[in-house]
């Protein structure tokens, strides 16, 4: 059992939390493959993506 189902989260931040290992491991294996500007740059857009997505749920 995880430490979010303990705390007895929601499905969604279960998810988001359960896979934060696995992004970490797959961003390191990227940075050997890719270049490390590359990586930072798609880290940036995926970030600014899923920001703009939430606020405008949120928000209409």
Known sequence: ????ALI???LSSNVALNK???G???GGALVRVLPAN???WF???AGTVMTIV???KYWS
């Open 1 to 4: 059992m995880t430490i979010s």
């Open 8 to 10: 007895g989260l929601d």
């Open 20 to 22: 934060q290992p696995v």
């Open 24 to 26: 970490g491991y797959l």
């Open 38 to 40: 590359v990586v930072h």
């Open 43 to 45: 880290v940036i857009l």
């Open 54 to 56: 939430y606020a405008v």
